[in-house]
């Protein structure tokens, strides 16, 4: 007998069609979700059940349901019935917006701009907040799985058994550096878990640590089940390709330090790092090398901006690359001479595991969850000692052998997380769950 799970789909639905945003949450959330279909033990229907705006949700799960390369492997059910009657209206936009037709137009003719202009407005118009009535049949359900948003309330799952996963506890414990509403949405994610019925899913010992010191649940509730990199990093070792990847991106063919990570996140401490290289080159003139940040650009840090202003006559060994498709890191991520991580605080830490899995040399934080995920096969630092990851960086670039020691470790490393592990292991618990019930 297969255990029939919902898995909410709702991060996936919000963010699909922006490409820049296709990380972290969202790559665990499709990542999962890919390998957990390969199981046998599992009937798995998508949903945007977990949602404030089941209207709204319910159209983007749709549009990504259309895209879903896997979608004949499991079916998309409407938790959402219009108050208004407008049901037949959603369909309309989304079949109309990716009709065959409607995607041969130009894109800038009249009748796109139309659609186009009508569809956005569908999104954003306040109507899909108000037109929130949500469905579910609870009772064709063992288990009802969010990846990220609060859970539903009791009045619509029943005793359906609910599993939340929570990546870490930043916006609570840190935060200063979130933006306001993400506390407050924290908190309601946190309240919306029923410590005595509800069960946990964190993706290291150390968030799990500190999600039950701070609620108070019971261990026995939590689980911890690993990230991995996706299949498609891999170790480059062609010259050739990793030239002209980094030619796409206007990197110069010298070494370099890389680090990917949002600019608009203050907790991956981008300006420690800069100041730090700085220090670096500007103590040794005869240094050949450029500190490359891959992260969209398309917001703006002032302390960012401030630190490039302060630096002005070195923002030409600074590389900011913007954002970067998959097929493309593996490259960049190969030719770089270490992949240097400062952040303050991480859940996991998946950026690491990525350049580990290219063979990358790694230095990182030693704080929070990054030793569980580096090991002894990276070097940990201090994140607000300058002085120490200077010194770190510098031995990786003038000793060769460093180099290839720590880019060995890093493959082997890496193979010891995959998402068929991370898969294995959520089925695991899942069974469990349903035993418990």
């Known amino acids: 007998m297969k255990i029939k799970v919902a898995y909410d789909i709702t991060f996936l639905g919000k963010f699909f069609s922006y490409s820049d945003n296709k990380v972290g949450v969202y790559r665990l959330t499709e990542e999962l979700l890919l390998e957990l279909l390969k199981s046998k033990k599992l009937d798995i229907s998508l949903t945007s059940l977990c949602t404030d705006t089941p209207a ?175 299949q498609n990093f891999y170790h480059v070792t062609n010259q050739e390709v990793i030239n002209n990847t980094n030619l796409k991106y206007q990197i110069p063919n010298i070494p370099y330090f890389l680090c990917l990570a949002s600019h608009l996140d203050p907790r991956k401490n981008i300006p420690h790092l800069i100041n730090t290289f700085v220090d670096l080159i500007s103590g040794n003139s005869s240094l050949k090398v450029n500190l490359v940040l891959i992260g969209t650009t398309r917001y703006k840090r002032p302390d960012i901006e401030k630190t490039l202003q302060q630096i002005a006559q070195y923002k030409s060994r600074i590389i900011l690359t913007g954002y970067v498709p998959d097929q493309d890191l593996s490259a960049i991520y190969s030719g770089a001479t270490a992949f240097v991580f400062p952040s303050l605080y991480e859940g996991f830490g998946l950026p690491i595991l990525e350049a580990m899995q290219c063979g990358t040399p790694v230095i990182s934080s030693n704080v929070t969850s990054l030793p569980e995920v580096v090991g002894d096969s990276g070097i940990l630092v201090d994140p607000q000692n300058q002085n120490q990851l200077k010194q770190v960086m510098l031995d990786i670039l003038t000793n060769t052998s460093l180099q290839e020691s720590l880019s060995q470790k890093s493959i082997l490393r890496a193979k010891q997380f995959s998402w068929e592990k991370c898969a294995n292991e959520t089925v695991e618990i899942y069974t469990k769950i349903i035993e418990q019930k």
């Open 56 to 230: 709204f949700s319910s159209v983007n799960c749709q549009l990504y349901y259309k895209h879903f390369p896997q979608k004949d492997s499991c079916k998309l059910i409407n938790t959402f019935k219009s108050k208004f009657y407008l049901n037949w209206f959603y369909q309309l936009c989304i079949s109309t917006y990716y009709s065959k037709n409607f995607q041969s137009l130009p894109k800038y003719s009249w009748q796109s701009i139309l659609v186009r202009g009508f569809f956005k407005l569908l999104q954003l118009t306040s109507l899909t907040d108000y037109d929130n009535q949500q469905i579910f049949p609870s009772k064709n359900y063992d288990l009802i799985h969010s990846i990220y948003y609060k859970l539903p309330s009791k009045s619509i799952t029943g005793n359906t058994p609910r599993l939340i996963t929570i990546y870490d506890l930043i916006p609570i414990k840190k935060p200063e550096f979130v933006t306001p509403p993400l506390t407050l949405y924290t908190q309601d994610i946190l309240k919306s878990i029923n410590l005595e019925t509800d069960w946990v899913v964190c993706i290291s010992e150390y968030t799990r640590q500190e999600f039950c010191e701070y609620t108070g649940m019971n261990r026995d509730r939590t689980f911890v089940t690993y990230l991995a990199a996706d």
